[in-house]
């Protein structure tokens, strides 16, 4: 087993819909909002942590196969699978302590940095800041009692509609089976993204998000097969 390629993959992540990764509670203050965004404790701007798009992207690969990927995980475990092929644990990784086949299978062939705001969508978010918080907006909510009672309002904070950000992740290549799974399953999974969706809301209508190449224009990408929404470069290290 040998590092023969890296496949670097960079994209723009257009918001469609308002979208909200959000902040550990732990980490608020008195007078805060219910429920703010994560920041960039340096800078203050939203992000989207790697960690959090990585770990949908497993998600969504995970139920989209099935099985035991659903059947056997455990609570706040994914399932470890005892091959060394299978795809989801190849690509995405396990704990060193829940994998038994962590020498067949090698190092987690994903890599997923976090996602900073492009410069000129930050600019464009920067004319929010009289509407809402930083380069966000808030969103006012009311909880209805089923039962009777007051309404109980609540404020969310999201990224807008029309935000971007830039994505890079980086792909391991140590076996031709690698090359395989790239296409049959990291690209599925990223489809699979723009179908459902990112961060928490869902199904309230956020997080809708869409890839875009950051070379090309972007109003020309709209309905375009996502392969050619993506900057793919591949660089050899066999030598």
Known sequence: MQLRKIIR????????????IGMSRDQMAIGDLDNPVIR???????????????????????????????????EK???ASPDPKDPVAR????????????????PTRLLVRDAYLAPDSKE??????????????IKQEVFIPRLGGNANPRTT??????????????????EDLDETYFREYVLRALELLELDGLGGHI?????????????KPLEAQE?????????IQERSLAG
């Open 124 to 137: 464009e978010l920067e004319r929010t800041v009289a509407r809402g918080g930083y380069l966000t907006e």
């Open 203 to 215: 199904s309230r209508g956020y997080g809708q998000v869409y890839f875009l190449h950051p070379e």
């Open 223 to 231: 309905g375009l097969p996502l392969e050619e929404r993506l900057l």
């Open 9 to 20: 993959i960079q994209a723009l992540l257009l918001a469609k819909t308002g979208l909200r």
């Open 157 to 174: 904070e999201r990224v807008p509609a029309g935000a971007r950000f830039r994505v890079e992740m980086v792909y391991r290549v140590l």
């Open 77 to 79: 475990h994914v399932y």
């Open 91 to 106: 690509i995405f990784g396990l704990a060193p302590e829940n994998d038994p086949k962590a020498r067949e299978r090698g």
């Open 40 to 74: 960039n404790p340096l800078t203050d701007e939203p992000y989207i942590p790697g960690s959090s798009l990585k770990g949908k992207l497993r998600y969504l690969l995970e139920w989209s196969l099935g099985g035991d990927y659903i059947l056997k995980a455990k």
